[in-house]
């Protein structure tokens, strides 16, 4: 196992990289099931795509600790863990299929938003370490995780709404598992504006958040339109 004591900005960076590194190869295990899982051609698409980026980031990782001469290895990054584990969870629901594909946005998009978070810190760090050519490199991936989370949310706004119709004629069909109002009140939420400005809100805090540790003022000021639009409301 690597030497993991964060000594200076350098450990950091390198700490952070093999972070994104484990998480990334987490992913390639579990977009299959996801993509499988995916009622939606359109959503299956938008998982398939990612699968085939997520390759290309770990060797893009990869690349990045051999121009340190380091190797990528030795951390496990639970966090990922644990959205894989939610994702997995909600693959074993007994779920209306439109109410699925709402609820595999909202895992990936939990995903996206932490990567974002992650590459957004090492573009950061690598920059103000002088590593130009190995920001250059994150910020490819960057932009590949920044238009997926897009996509997603381009995806959800149609698909909510059928997993709103479905909720409202499962709701004749008296009790059904997955017609919490509540939760899918939240987590779905196309309609009812003032409930969805507050997930939005609070979906851009997170974000910029992350962009005053993680970003140049460019990616920023993209992000936080971004982050506008994340959260799924219109
Ligand atoms: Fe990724
Ligand atoms: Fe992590």
Same mark, same amino acid.
Do not use: W
């Given at each position: 196992?690597?030497?993991? /004591?964060?000594?200076?900005?350098?450990?950091?960076?390198?700490?952070?990289?093999?972070?994104?590194?484990?998480?990334?190869?987490?992913?390639?295990?579990?977009?299959?099931?996801? =993509?499988?899982?995916?009622? =939606?051609?359109?959503?299956?698409?938008?998982?398939?795509?990612?699968?085939?980026?997520?390759? %290309?980031?770990?060797?893009?990782?990869?690349?990045?600790?051999?121009?340190?001469?380091?190797?990528?290895?030795?951390?496990?990054?639970?966090?990922?863990? &644990?959205?894989?584990?939610?994702?997995?969870?909600?693959?074993? *629901?007994?779920?209306?299929?439109?109410?699925?594909?709402?609820?595999?946005?909202?895992?990936?998009?939990?995903? *996206?938003?932490? *990567?974002?978070?992650?590459?957004?810190?090492?573009? !950061?760090? &690598?920059?103000?370490?002088?590593?130009?050519?190995?920001?250059?490199?994150?910020?490819? !991936? $960057?932009?590949?995780?920044?238009?997926?989370?897009?996509?997603?949310?381009?995806?959800? $706004? %149609?698909?909510?709404? %059928?997993?709103?119709?479905?909720?409202?004629?499962?709701?004749?069909?008296?009790?059904?598992?997955? !017609?919490?109002?509540? $939760?899918?009140?939240? !987590?779905?939420? =196309?309609?009812?504006?003032?409930?969805? =400005? /507050?997930?939005? @809100?609070?979906?851009? /805090?997170? @974000?910029?958040?992350? @962009?005053? @540790?993680?970003?140049?003022?460019?990616? &920023?000021?993209?992000?936080?339109?971004?982050?506008?639009?994340?959260?799924?409301?219109?």
């Amino acid at each position: 196992m690597p030497s993991d /004591s964060l000594e200076s900005l350098q450990d950091l960076f390198t700490h952070e990289l093999r972070d994104l590194y484990d998480a990334e190869n987490q992913l390639v295990k579990a977009l299959p099931a996801m =993509s499988r899982a995916a009622q =939606s051609p359109e959503l299956k698409r938008a998982f398939d795509t990612p699968l085939r980026e997520t390759k %290309e980031q770990v060797r893009r990782i990869e690349q990045v600790f051999r121009g340190l001469g380091e190797k990528p290895s030795g951390k496990s990054c639970k966090a990922m863990q &644990g959205l894989v584990a939610e994702a997995k969870e909600l693959l074993e *629901e007994d779920a209306e299929p439109a109410v699925l594909d709402a609820a595999l946005i909202v895992a990936a998009q939990k995903v *996206e938003h932490y *990567e974002i978070a992650g590459y957004g810190s090492v573009c !950061t760090f &690598g920059r103000i370490l002088g590593y130009d050519d190995a920001v250059e490199t994150l910020k490819q !991936t $960057m932009d590949e995780e920044e238009r997926t989370d897009e996509l997603l949310t381009q995806i959800a $706004m %149609e698909l909510n709404i %059928e997993a709103e119709t479905t909720e409202g004629s499962s709701q004749s069909d008296s009790s059904r598992e997955m !017609t919490d109002r509540p $939760m899918t009140r939240t !987590t779905v939420g =196309s309609r009812g504006r003032s409930r969805t =400005s /507050s997930t939005s @809100n609070r979906g851009g /805090s997170s @974000n910029r958040s992350s @962009n005053r @540790n993680g970003a140049t003022k460019k990616q &920023g000021s993209r992000r936080s339109s971004r982050a506008r639009s994340t959260a799924q409301t219109r």
